[in-house]
Every structure is written in structure tokens, then in C-alpha cells.
């Protein structure tokens, strides 16, 4: 039998020129399908932190939901979902952050957390890590104390993990891929 890790990498699929030219899509529903990667990976991105109190579990729309809301119930924490511009009901906060073309902002909600709650952040994949950076940001606007940031994928080329670092918050990375 393989080891977890290479079980893990071999259960991501990736699609060439997807969602265009020059992308490789790495797809974790098939991982997500496969119940003993599924649980590994749920199991492997907290590991580090697993004996320490985690009030809350940060998931972004919409991979990090299905990944955050295993790992919440897997440590007994909360779950706060950080959603795109527009989808949640109530008093909010946001952040704006640039993309490659324009910008897009994220959001939570205002009463989602308390100051000083011990928080990890979770998503599929990090690439440039703006998307990270951004929720680090909201997190921190409202007096969280993020202990990590933790995805499944990791994409080193586009130096995303390096730059969370930079902002104090300790990074976890099961599998990586060379190039974009
Ligand atoms: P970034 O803000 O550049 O770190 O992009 C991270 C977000 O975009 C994550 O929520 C990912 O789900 C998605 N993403 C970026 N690049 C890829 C890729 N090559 N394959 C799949 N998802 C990606």
C-alpha cells in the first residue's frame, strides 16, 4: 500500500487549460470521493495543532466549507464561513483584495467571532495567496488570533504559503505541485 501522501496526490485530478489556457485545475472532488484520502487529508491539515484549544475553524467558499466543516467536527470547533460579496444575511465585514484582472472582496459576518477566539483557517488550495490573505485580514479585523492557515494544495511557484508566513501565521501543506 502507498503512503498517505501519495495516496492523497494520486487521489487530486488534474485538468490541463482549465478554467483557460496555461492552468492546470487541480480538482479535489475526486479526492473528496475517496473516503480514506478524504479522511486522511481531513486529519492531516489540524495535525499539528490536534491537543490545542481551537475555538473556531475559518473555511473560504467554497471548497474550504466542505474541508472546514469535516475539520471543525473532527476538533470540536466552531465554523465560520468566509463567503464572496453578497451572500450573507446579516451585519457584515469585508475586505477587498486585488486579483489578477480587478479585484473581489470577501466577508463574514460581524458577529462571528469574539476578540482574543483562537482560530485556523482552512481551504483547498493556496496559489498566489491573496485569497488567504485576505481572509487573515477579516479575521484579524475582528480581534481573532489566527494560529494557521491550513489547504490540501499547495502551489510554491506562486509563492502564497511564503507570503502567510510573512504575516506570522504558520502555514500546512499536504501536497504540492510544481508550476501554475
Ligand atoms: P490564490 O488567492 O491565488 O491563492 O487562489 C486561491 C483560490 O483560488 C483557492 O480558493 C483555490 O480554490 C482557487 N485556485 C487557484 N488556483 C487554482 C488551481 N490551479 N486549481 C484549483 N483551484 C485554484
Not at 59 to 68: C, M, N, P, T, Y
Not at 151 to 177: C, H, M, N, W, Y
Request: hydrophobic residues 45%; glycine residues 10%.
Amino acid at each position: 500500500m502507498n503512503s498517505p501522501e501519495d495516496h492523497l496526490r494520486q487521489a487530486i485530478r488534474s485538468i490541463p487549460d482549465y478554467p483557460k489556457p496555461g492552468i492546470i485545475f487541480r480538482d479535489i472532488t475526486t479526492m473528496l470521493g475517496d473516503a480514506r484520502a478524504f479522511r486522511s487529508a481531513v486529519d492531516a491539515l489540524v495535525q499539528p495543532w490536534a491537543g490545542m484549544k481551537i475555538d473556531k475553524i475559518a473555511g473560504i467558499e467554497a471548497r474550504g466549507f466542505i474541508l472546514g466543516g469535516a475539520v471543525a467536527h473532527q476538533v470540536s470547533a466552531g465554523f465560520i464561513p468566509i463567503r464572496k460579496k453578497g451572500k450573507l444575511p446579516h451585519k457584515r465585514v469585508s475586505v477587498t483584495y486585488a486579483l489578477e484582472y480587478g479585484e473581489d472582496e470577501i466577508e463574514m459576518h460581524a458577529d462571528a467571532l469574539v476578540a482574543g477566539e483562537r482560530v485556523v483557517l482552512v481551504d483547498d488550495l493556496i496559489a498566489t495567496g491573496g485569497t488567504a490573505e485576505a481572509a487573515v485580514k477579516l479575521l484579524r479585523q475582528l480581534g481573532a488570533e489566527v494560529l494557521a492557515a491550513c489547504f490540501v494544495i499547495d502551489l510554491p511557484d506562486l509563492g502564497g504559503a511564503e507570503k502567510l508566513r510573512q504575516l506570522g501565521v504558520p502555514v500546512r501543506t499536504l501536497v504540492s505541485f510544481e508550476g501554475h
